[in-house]
């Protein structure tokens, strides 16, 4: 079927599009951008004071699947992202079994094409049963379409198993996501360590058990000449860390998440478990200090870490309490409502942190709106306001901290391929 949007206020930095225009689709794929187009027989979009963008790409979350579907699946999780914008999404190895093999690659694509709405990368472990051992089969696994590798939701503890991934990986031209945290700093503790933790009488993680470790990896891959990426930065020394290592020329990129922009650790109080998240909500400080970093192009990416958990994981005491949060459905309104109306980013930037760089760090053909190109495209209203309302979430899990939050910017359409899967807000 032939798609047009009308009117749109389109925004891509490739073709540096940044005013009103329409865009013809068909077969799946852009046929034509100008003004004035008409379409006789097909679907005609009015998107008339909407701005119409690459569709979000995320470089970082979780679907559960295989093995935790009681949390999340591919067809619950891809709902979910489709309605917070994304196209494509790109998910963690920490599943049951790991993603360690060509086997369970394939069977992610499979499901994928199956029970999935929008396009889903698999990102493959680093270590064999993300036990921090030996290295998984990362050449099987990327001529099985891993689009990167990582260990995400555990550190590689041994310096010499990173720094061989990173050379392994750096042949098969692939991003390595390093999930920066010193366990034995980390203490077992379950949220910031400071004034905060110390008044709820809650074992505390200091920032030092992540500095430490983006220390480590940033020397490693200026040893080794090879790219790293720092995965859901939280604090005021790795920003500077890394702002430092790219002075350096150090091949360094890095993500953060809205729930590091937009709270703090007083979030946790009244042993909120539903801000319970590692890295930890940290203070306010760190709180600027991001932002500063998503300004000035020293934090790259903005990515969810869409994090389901079923209720009963955190319905429970703090110390017991799973880490985590959904971040799908509330990522476009969270950058929208605490960096963009403030002043911090323009929306090109936003376009540039969740469209053009994951693809380009991922190795992606998206995040664009380009003639010949997929017609992956997000239409959102910039000034619609609502309150969050964790029922109404596609996803499997309600984990949110953002209930009852007032927001700005919604997600009006999600096309995906030329196909339509978001309608005026609603999942068709």
């Not at 042949?171 to 366990?183: A, N, Q, Y």
Request: proline letters at 4%; one cysteine or more; charged letters at 25%.
């Amino acid at each position: 079927m032939k798609i047009l949007i009308k009117n749109g206020h389109v925004i891509d930095l490739k073709t540096k599009l940044d005013g009103v225009y329409d865009i013809l689709i068909e077969g799946g794929k852009v046929v034509e951008i100008g003004n004035n187009l008409e379409l006789s027989n097909g679907d005609v979009i009015d998107a008339n004071g909407k701005y119409v963008l690459p569709g979000f790409v995320d470089a970082h979350c979780h679907l559960r699947d295989p093995g935790f579907e009681y949390k999340e699946d591919i067809e619950t999780g891809t709902k979910s992202a489709a309605m917070g914008g994304f196209t494509s999404i790109a998910c963690m190895p920490n599943t049951n079994p790991v993603i360690d093999n060509e086997a369970i690659v394939k069977y992610i694509f499979s499901k994928a094409k199956q029970d999935g709405v929008v396009n889903v990368f698999p990102i493959g472990a680093i270590s064999k049963g993300q036990k921090g051992e030996e290295l998984s089969e990362i050449g099987e696994m990327k001529f099985a379409g891993v689009v990167a590798i990582s260990d995400d939701g555990r550190p590689v503890k041994s310096a010499s198993l990173m720094k061989k991934a990173l050379q392994y990986a750096s042949m098969f031209d692939m991003t390595v996501i390093s999930h920066c945290e010193d366990l034995e700093l980390a203490e077992d503790g379950v949220m910031n360590e400071g004034y905060q933790s110390t008044v709820m009488g809650l074992r505390g993680i200091p920032s030092a058990a992540e500095e430490i470790m983006v220390a480590r990896d940033l020397i490693l891959a200026e040893y080794t000449k090879t790219p790293i990426h720092i995965a859901h930065v939280s604090t005021e020394l790795s920003v500077d860390l890394i702002r430092n290592a790219k002075k350096r020329g150090v091949k360094v990129t890095a993500e953060t998440c809205p729930h590091y922009f937009s709270l703090t650790e007083e979030a946790c109080e009244g042993f909120n478990t539903l801000a319970k998240v590692n890295p930890p909500l940290r203070s306010q400080k760190d709180v600027e200090a991001i932002i500063e970093g998503l300004k000035d192009g020293t934090v790259d990416i903005i990515a969810t870490d869409h994090a389901p958990h079923h209720r009963d994981e955190k319905n429970c005491e703090f110390y017991s309490a799973a880490n985590g949060m959904v971040g799908f459905e509330t990522a476009l309104s969270l950058a929208v409502t605490y960096l963009i109306k403030p002043g911090h980013l323009s929306l090109p930037q936003l376009v540039e942190k969740m469209c053009v760089n994951p693809s380009k760090i991922l190795g992606l053909n998206k995040g664009l709106i380009e003639v010949g190109k997929s017609a992956d495209i997000t239409i959102i209203d910039i000034h619609d306001e609502y309150t969050v309302d964790v029922n109404k979430f596609m996803s499997k899990s309600k984990n949110s901290p953002f209930n009852g939050f007032r927001l700005t910017g919604t997600v009006c359409y999600t096309i995906v391929e030329g196909k339509v899967v978001v309608r005026e807000k609603v999942l068709l």
